[in-house]
């Protein structure tokens, strides 16, 4: 167990909806990011927060935002679903941020389907 | 741009014997960090190792060891001792200093036959 958790584990979903996926971070991490699985992109970088404020972005579509809370739990919103963002999503955790030493701990992931 | 490189889709190994799992890596940062992690059937992603680009030493965490060649920009994690245990896809992922993300290789899926 990473110490990080996330919620739903499964979200069956259809085109046009929109949805919430939650995560929490490892206790004393500050740091969260969001990745998303997919097997065709494969493990992709969506957005990173650091104590609250977005400290980066990778290739996350503009339908989908994030936001970490006072509490360090972060939400990423997708909105406007298609078929094509059904994939694993995780969220990880680290102490740091920008230090290549900082290791990342995933959480077990959201299994989102969109039908 | 960084990149990182798993030219074994796939693998088997037979129960107790090591495997040696490829990763080469493409970074013009002197400093950077290096990652591998497991993910099963079940989906998650568990850490196993870690190698910083200045460590004088490969790293080891029980039946995982890193071969880190600097020069050769590769970083091929050995599992000794395979179990069945260790069935599962296996990621290799680097990070750079003031970098936020990891980048991933495409995965390796590694078999392990009793």
């Known amino acids: 167990d990473s110490g990080v958790t996330q919620t739903p584990k499964h979200l069956i979903t259809a085109t046009g909806q929109r949805v919430t996926l939650r995560c929490s971070p490892r206790?004393?991490?500050?740091?969260v990011y969001w990745y998303q699985q997919s097997l065709d992109q494969g493990l992709q970088f969506l957005i990173q927060?650091?104590?609250?404020?977005?400290?980066a972005k990778g290739n996350i579509l503009e339908r989908f935002s994030a936001q970490q809370f006072p509490d360090l739990h972060s939400e990423l919103n997708l909105s406007s679903l298609e078929l094509g963002d059904s994939a694993l999503y995780f969220c990880a955790s680290s102490v740091e941020v920008g230090a290549s030493t900082d290791t990342q701990y995933f959480g077990p992931g959201t299994r989102l389907t969109v039908l | 741009a960084q990149k990182i490189t798993q030219t074994q889709p796939g693998m088997f190994v037979q129960e107790k014997e090591a495997v040696t799992l490829d990763c080469t890596y493409d970074t013009s940062d002197p400093s950077y960090g290096l990652f591998w992690y497991k993910q099963p059937s079940s989906g998650e992603m568990i850490f196993l190792i870690y190698?910083?680009?200045?460590?004088?030493q490969n790293a080891t965490e029980g039946r995982y060891s890193l071969n880190f060649q600097k020069a050769r920009k590769s970083a091929n994690l050995v599992i000794s001792a395979s179990q069945l245990g260790d069935s599962a896809m296996y990621f290799c992922a680097m990070r750079e200093p003031g970098g936020y993300k990891l980048i991933f290789g495409s995965g390796t899926r590694l078999l392990v036959r009793p």
């Open positions: 190698q910083g680009s200045y460590d004088q």
């Open positions: 927060y650091y104590n609250g404020e977005e400290r």
């Open positions: 206790s004393g991490d500050l740091s």
